[in-house]
T-cell receptor, first 110, second 115 residues
Framework: DAKTTQPPSMDCAEGRAANLPCNHS???????VYWYRQIHSQGPQYIIH???NNETNEMASLIITEDRKSSTLILPHATLRDTAVYYC???????????FGAGTRLTVKP | EPEVTQTPSHQVTQMGQEVILRCVPI?????FYWYRQILGQKVEFLVS????????KSEIFDDQFSVERPDGSNFTLKIRSTKLEDSAMYFC?????????????FGSGTRLTVV
């Protein structure tokens, strides 16, 4: 039941912005977009979430298109420690569980 | 920053044995979860737990699995009779309530190896 589509892998140069896309063309009006990442074999780490408006926190920015069918996670100045698998998840806020797909493996290169 | 703590970090068990994986969620969190990740595969939802009962479970969470919150602080996952295919990383997560509390906090996992 893939609600999101992400590229399997991306590279980014250290110090540059990493822009990770996600397509969610079947998103419904009450569903949020969440982003998590998993560094190596650690537990997933929550990054950010949003509904309609763009969001920013200390880790990243989330840009959601006006039609809400796609979004982009932006890491403004990627470091080597940002190398991880990034997961885009569409979920109704009151759903009881978070379902992970295959994600995008981001490799930040020196 | 508050953490979810999982013990042990690595457990080796013989096929057919029972194992209990332990988690200490963040103290004021109310929702608790178990996930697993077989090596090289995606993170899979197992079960969610709220108000001392299972809220939702996946098709993976069969009769061999059970969860418990025995003392108000620990949250455990029991596998009654382990199989080779139960070998995986098991992650516990917890979530609070209210504004800004939608992100799950995951523990660092228990690597279970069934031999």
């Amino acid at each position: 039941d893939a609600k999101t589509t992400q590229p399997p892998s991306m590279d980014c140069a250290e110090g540059r912005a990493a822009n990770l896309p996600c397509n969610h063309s079947t998103i419904s009006g009450n569903e949020y977009v969440y982003w998590y990442r998993q560094i190596h074999s650690q537990g997933p780490q929550y990054i950010i979430h949003g509904l309609k408006n763009n969001e920013t926190n200390e880790m990243a920015s989330l840009i959601i298109t006006e039609d809400r069918k796609s979004s982009t996670l932006i890491l403004p100045h990627a470091t080597l420690r940002d190398t991880a698998v990034y997961y885009c998840i569409v979920r109704w806020r009151m759903d009881n569980d978070m379902r992970f797909g295959a994600g995008t493996r981001l490799t930040v290169k020196p | 920053e508050p953490e979810v703590t999982q013990t042990p970090s690595h457990q080796v068990t013989q096929m057919g044995q029972e194992v209990i994986l332990r988690c200490v969620p963040i103290s004021n969190h109310l929702y608790f979860y178990w996930y697993r990740q077989i090596l090289g595969q995606k993170v899979e939802f197992l079960v969610s737990f709220y108000n001392n009962e299972i809220s939702e479970k996946s098709e993976i969470f069969d009769d061999q699995f059970s969860v418990e919150r025995p003392d108000g602080s620990n949250f455990t996952l029991k596998i009654r009779s382990t199989k080779l295919e139960d070998s995986a990383m098991y992650f516990c997560a917890s979530k609070g309530m209210g504004q800004g509390a939608d992100g799950y906090t995951f523990g660092s996992g228990t690597r279970l190896t069934v031999v």
